[in-house]
């Protein structure tokens, strides 16, 4: 497996955690995140939210420094 797989699989893995962390995101209900209790995951909503937020824009970073390496064929 060449440096170029890992890293296009690390992207692909990136965008769908990103998709699934956005529609977790709840600014004015509940969002996905109601469904099966998942609002109750952590002790306050304000702690849930920085901890999304922290996590999305972890991956944003990640996914768009990967699309530029893919992208620019620097590999």
């Known amino acids: 497996m060449s440096a170029n797989q890992i890293i296009e699989i690390v992207w692909t893995l990136s965008a769908v955690f990103l998709i699934v962390l956005v529609l977790l995101h709840s600014p004015k209900g509940d969002g996905l995140g109601g469904i099966g209790g998942q609002s109750q995951l952590f002790t306050s909503a304000k702690s849930a939210e920085k901890t999304l937020n922290r996590i999305t824009w972890t991956l ?16």
């Open 60 to 75: 944003s970073i990640t996914f768009i420094a990967l699309t530029i390496v893919l992208s620019a064929g620097l590999l």
